[in-house]
């Protein structure tokens, strides 16, 4: 039964790095002593070194060893050992080129599908969907596909922020963004809140946080999702 917590972020105003979501994390990591990090996203350019140790002392907090995926020398074999998973956020195409790259895509939905729990936080939850099409991220770097696991039949975009009426920005919001992509694709895309998540536990899709999340459907009004709103229906 697949087991996963997909988050729109890793840190909310005013706590420290994942603290809001920890009491979730122990439930979903539940018996794992260790979990197998992914560093590849690189948030503001930090090493993977940098970034594992900044993940080590949050789950230190839970009592949840932590080692990098890099620090390993098959990463494959990494994936194949784990028995917990988080990728972490960053830049998306950074993160998938690096899951390409390594080859680990296919062996880390295998055993995430054969029950591993797994953890995302915003790059680290767009490559859930079925594509990474729908981040917010600038492409610096080409990678293979812009396909990812495909662990919920949609997308997500993750800190979706809603307009600010009061602005004097012209520029596009995430709606319109998303809009543009309905005009070629199908997919259907959820905007996520900051401090909001969803729970996968096998079939079922749970929205999970105090905030509504906003879905987006081709040729359709964009619905508004309240907390505890079963999605299955996007499975």
Do not use: C
Not at 57 to 83: L, Q, S, T, W, Y
Not at 110 to 132: D, Q, R
Not at 147 to 170: A, E, Q, V
């Amino acid at each position: 039964m697949k087991k996963l917590l997909i988050a729109s972020t890793s840190t909310v105003h005013g706590k420290g790095y994942l603290e809001y979501i920890l009491p979730e994390l122990s439930e979903l990591f539940k018996g794992v002593h260790e979990i197998l990090f992914i560093p590849y996203a690189r948030p503001g350019g930090k090493s993977h070194d940098e970034y594992t140790e900044i993940v080590k002392n949050a789950f230190e907090k839970i009592n949840i060893r932590v080692k990098g995926i890099h620090e390993f020398k098959n990463p494959i074999d990494a994936v194949n050992n784990a028995k917990g998973i988080f990728t972490g956020g960053g830049n998306t195409f950074l993160l998938i080129k690096q899951l390409y790259d390594n080859k680990v895509i296919s062996s880390i939905k295998n055993v995430v599908e054969n029950g591993v729990p797994y953890f995302g936080t915003s790059a680290g939850s767009n490559i859930t969907g079925l594509t990474i099409q729908n981040t917010n991220d600038m492409p610096i770097i080409y990678p293979p596909s812009f396909n990812s696991f495909g662990f919920i039949n949609f997308n997500i975009n993750p800190h979706y922020l809603d307009p600010d009426p009061t602005s004097k920005h012209m520029g596009e919001t995430r709606e319109t963004r998303i809009n543009e992509f309905h005009t070629l694709n199908k997919i259907p895309v959820l905007g996520l809140r900051e401090g909001s998540w969803l729970q996968v536990k096998g079939s079922k899709l749970t929205l999970k946080g105090p905030l509504f999340a906003r879905l987006f459907q081709q040729g359709k009004q964009p619905v508004e999702l309240a907390p505890e709103s079963d999605l299955s229906f996007l499975m």
